[in-house]
């Protein structure tokens, strides 16, 4: 349940069997390409596992009056309406065992909500998930695994349409408005470069089972490997691209 006030973090750090860093894994990809989905369906798996679930979403800077008055002007899907200073903060702070208080973000106001934080735990894996969590290297270099969910740009916008209309309380026009205007050209100029980043790249999001269950497994080896790690410090992982 959502904490009432508060400062940004609260908690202490794990005290368990000894320290033990987070693994943390970045989910990117278009608007509506299933990020989500794909986050879920992994927790689900590993549900043997403490996973806490971070969304980019949380950290867009709340509009200004001014703004506000002028928001179909507003561009969403630029680097710069999210609060990356606070995100990198709040991953940090994950990373070190210690809990966070995460923003919580109205879509439909475009505000963010003065008073209530959710609390996030610290955990063995910490999922970051977002269509620009790839575009600060400060970000990126703090992830373990980077997936990016590549799903066709007919799917996402159909998707997008009725999500924003049914979720979000926009209408029709104004969705495909903003999506010619800031959504397309910021994935272009934004997002896409940022997949090669990606260890991982998903075709069809969720609905791709196989994919999920190859990642699952390789966190599985990981976590095993963490714990490796603990006991032979000197045993060392070597990463790898690839395509599924
Ligand atoms: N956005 C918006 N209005 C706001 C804030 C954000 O319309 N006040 C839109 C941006 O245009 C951006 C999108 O929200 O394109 C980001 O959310 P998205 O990645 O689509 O949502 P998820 O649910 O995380 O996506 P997925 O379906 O992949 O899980």
């Given at each position: 349940s959502p904490i009432i006030g508060g400062a940004s973090h609260v908690g202490s750090p794990l005290a368990?069997?000894?320290?033990r860093q987070p693994f943390v894994i970045g989910v990117s990809g278009g608007?509506?390409?299933?990020?989500?989905?794909?986050?879920?369906?992994?927790?689900?798996?590993?549900?043997?596992?403490?996973?806490?679930?971070v969304n980019q979403d949380s950290f867009?800077?709340?509009?200004?009056?001014?703004?506000?008055?002028?928001?179909?002007?507003y561009n969403f899907?630029?680097?710069d309406a999210f609060d990356t200073e606070q995100?990198?903060?709040?991953?940090?702070?994950?990373?070190?065992?210690?809990?966070?208080?995460?923003?919580?973000?109205?879509?439909?106001?475009?505000?963010?909500?003065?008073?209530?934080?959710?609390?996030?735990?610290?955990?063995?894996?910490?999922?970051?998930?977002?269509?620009?969590v790839f575009h600060d290297s400060r970000v990126r270099n703090m992830m373990d695994m980077k997936i990016f969910v590549d799903t066709d740009?007919?799917?996402?916008?159909?998707?997008?349409?009725?999500?924003?209309?049914?979720?979000?309380?926009?209408?029709?026009?104004?969705?495909?408005?903003?999506y010619a205007k800031f959504v397309k050209p910021a994935f272009d100029d934004f997002v896409l470069p940022t997949k090669k980043y990606a260890d991982v790249i998903i075709p069809r999001g969720g609905d791709n089972h196989v994919a999920i269950d190859l990642i699952?497994?390789?966190?599985?080896?990981?976590?095993?490997?963490?714990?490796?790690?603990?006991?032979?410090?000197?045993?060392?992982?070597?990463?790898?691209?690839?395509?599924?």
């Amino acid at each position: 349940s959502p904490i009432i006030g508060g400062a940004s973090h609260v908690g202490s750090p794990l005290a368990d069997d000894g320290p033990r860093q987070p693994f943390v894994i970045g989910v990117s990809g278009g608007t509506a390409s299933g990020k989500t989905t794909v986050c879920d369906m992994i927790i689900q798996q590993l549900h043997d596992h403490r996973v806490v679930l971070v969304n980019q979403d949380s950290f867009y800077r709340g509009l200004t009056a001014e703004e506000s008055e002028y928001v179909h002007e507003y561009n969403f899907d630029h680097p710069d309406a999210f609060d990356t200073e606070q995100l990198l903060e709040c991953i940090e702070k994950l990373r070190c065992g210690l809990a966070v208080n995460v923003p919580i973000y109205d879509f439909t106001n475009h505000r963010r909500c003065s008073e209530s934080f959710r609390k996030v735990n610290a955990s063995d894996v910490i999922i970051l998930e977002g269509i620009l969590v790839f575009h600060d290297s400060r970000v990126r270099n703090m992830m373990d695994m980077k997936i990016f969910v590549d799903t066709d740009a007919d799917i996402r916008l159909a998707r997008r349409i009725r999500r924003d209309t049914v979720e979000r309380g926009r209408d029709v026009n104004s969705v495909l408005e903003q999506y010619a205007k800031f959504v397309k050209p910021a994935f272009d100029d934004f997002v896409l470069p940022t997949k090669k980043y990606a260890d991982v790249i998903i075709p069809r999001g969720g609905d791709n089972h196989v994919a999920i269950d190859l990642i699952v497994q390789h966190i599985r080896t990981k976590l095993g490997q963490h714990d490796l790690c603990k006991i032979y410090p000197n045993v060392y992982v070597i990463q790898s691209t690839f395509q599924i």
